[in-house]
């Protein structure tokens, strides 16, 4: 039973001074506030902003193309 306190005390002492998960954790922050940025700048919907500009963009196109199909 002491050998299993031991060792338990020994891997919550590397644990405590492990700190790639804290990094880890950091840019998981990092990423989240990226992708609520895009979301921000392009919109959720395409009924404004940049997010209607590309889907305005992309029906022109694809009618370009079915245009030039037929």
Known sequence: M???YFEAKE???RL?????GVVS???VIVAACI???VAAAFGTTTS????AALSTAINNIT???SAAAA
């Open 2 to 4: 002491r050998k299993y």
């Open 11 to 13: 891997v919550l002492a």
């Open 16 to 20: 405590r001074t492990d700190e790639v």
């Open 25 to 27: 954790f950091e840019y």
């Open 35 to 37: 992708v609520a940025a």
């Open 48 to 51: 404004s902003g940049i997010g």
């Open 63 to 65: 009618t370009a193309v």
